[in-house]
């Protein structure tokens, strides 16, 4: 069997293994198998086998990867994911010792989270037509993760027995199959009804299905397709910056914040397992209000 064979087949039993330990998301299952892969090539090309990799092995291939243009933190993240293999192998006594124990992390910043003023969501959940089947559903998709902060991944995933218009909730199954109920709040829910009673029925063509936001073949949106709406949305409301399906969750928790949200109701809302992932929005509303007392207070 040959080097990148008997690789393939490690990694792939490494996946099957955290997928059933961790409930990951394809998502996430994707980028480990993809960072692996990368490292173990990598590995082939000096002929070294994925299991005999040296702590110099793995830093020399970090630094390799950092001079390529990849940020601090994308290393970071290169670095856990061979951290969590690595253990695993050790778990499984396929290797006698880890060779990620001594590598210390990259440093890294704390860059705040671009968001959106209050006025150019507004413009961008006005750009579309909602004459039109597309242009309602969009309408429809805008407003929900506005009023709910979905991720892209749990936006397009939606099923329509996960919504509840009577109660006014969506049910949510977020990274880990952790489940969430959101509000949705009166705008959003009004256009989910207008979607679903006169656009849906089109986009379906008589096709059986539970997915609630379909594309024009009545299959589930991709993610790659509602970006790429949002940013015609964006660009059709004259938003300056470049606008990204997340920034619209940002906007979500930093608009909540500024109007005096509770930061755990907020955390609950996002479906973060840990506070100090949601207390950066506070950083982004804290600059917002220093941005408005300079513009406006007189001695600001």
Known sequence: MTASKENKIIIDSYLDSIWMEKGLSKNSLYSYGRDLKIFSEWLEKKKINLLNASRRDIQMFLSYRF???????????????????????????????????????????????????????????????VEEELGLRDKAMLEVVYASGLR?????????HEINLRQGVVRVFGKGSKERLVPLGEEAMYWLQEYIKDSRPILLNEIQS???????????MTRQTFW??????????????????????????????????DLRVVQLLLGHSDLSTTQIYTHVANSRMKELHSEHHPRG
Request: proline letters at 5%.
């Open 152 to 160: 892209i991944s749990e936006l397009v995933s939606l099923r329509l």
């Open 228 to 261: 790429h709406r949002l940013k015609k949305y964006a660009y059709d409301a004259g938003v300056s910056q470049s606008v990204s399906p997340h920034m619209l969750r940002h906007a979500f928790a930093t608009h909540l914040l500024n109007h005096g949200a």
């Open 210 to 220: 539970e997915v609630l936001f379909l594309s024009t073949r009545a299959k589930q």
């Open 67 to 129: 001079e390529q243009g990849l940020s601090a933190r994308t290393t970071a993240r290169q670095l856990s994911c061979l951290r969590s293999f690595f253990r695993h192998c050790l778990r499984e006594k396929n290797i006698k010792s880890d060779p990620t124990i001594l590598i210390d992390n990259p440093k890294l910043g704390s860059p705040l989270p671009k968001s959106l003023s209050e006025s150019d969501v507004e413009a961008i959940l006005a750009a579309p037509n």
